[in-house]
Each structure stands twice: as structure tokens, then as C-alpha cells.
């Protein structure tokens, strides 16, 4: 089966990344790439490290080069009591005050957070 769309325009953007980071700073070798995203960002992990696997057999500069994440937790800030509660767990609603007045503070995000280069 094909590799999901979204998964894999992201592991071509974070590619492309490491590439040019990888030129400015003449690495010849990446040992691993750290990303973070958020658990609502709609990113299926494993998807993510299927599109990577495949792509390190198409460039020579992630040849070899570890995929790792981190998974940043969803946080929801409600605007008539001034507080953060975990979104997964309570959706939209504020558990404090019962409000609907909130938004998602993180947790949709997607970061490069660290390459390492041997």
C-alpha cells in the first residue's frame, strides 16, 4: 500500500531541510534527525518512519541516518478561567469551568528539533 500523502510531504520538507543545513555546514554524514510534533497534529508515527525508511534509499545524505521523535502533548487554554488542561483528554470543553471559550495553546505543531551528524 502507498505511504499516506501528509506523512509523506513532511518527511520530503524535513528532508530538504537536512539538506540544506547539512551544505551550510559541509556535514557529509547525518547520524540521526529528531523531530517533534503534536499529539493532535493528525501525524501517524509509523507512517512517518516508513516515508523516511524509504526515502534514506533515495538520498545519500540520510543514508544510514536514525529517525527519532518526540511527541509534544496537546495543551488547550480556556479564556474565561485563565487555565490549561490537557486536550485529548477533554476536547474543546474546559473541565475547570465548563466553558467553550478555549483554543489549543500546542500540540498541532512540527519542529525539527535536532540533527546530529557524525
Not at 3 to 29: C, D, F, G, R, W
Not at 55 to 73: A, R, S, V
Not at 95 to 113: D, F, R, V
Amino acid at each position: 500500500k502507498g505511504a499516506p500523502m501528509h506523512e509523506l510531504s513532511i518527511v520530503t520538507y524535513v528532508v530538504k531541510q537536512v539538506q540544506e543545513i547539512a551544505k551550510e555546514n559541509n556535514l557529509t554524514e547525518i547520524e540521526s534527525v529528531t523531530l517533534e510534533f503534536g499529539e493532535v497534529s493528525g501525524i501517524v508515527p509509523e507512517y512517518l518512519e516508513d516515508c523516511w525508511n524509504w526515502y534514506t534509499k533515495k538520498e545519500p545524505i540520510i543514508q544510514g541516518t536514525k529517525f527519532l521523535y518526540e511527541i509534544i502533548p496537546a495543551v488547550t487554554w480556556c479564556d474565561d478561567c485563565k487555565t490549561t488542561y490537557p486536550t485529548v483528554q477533554y476536547g474543546k470543553t474546559c473541565p475547570h469551568c465548563g466553558s467553550g471559550n478555549t483554543w489549543l495553546q500546542q500540540g498541532n505543531e512540527i519542529n525539527i528539533k535536532q540533527i546530529e551528524a557524525r
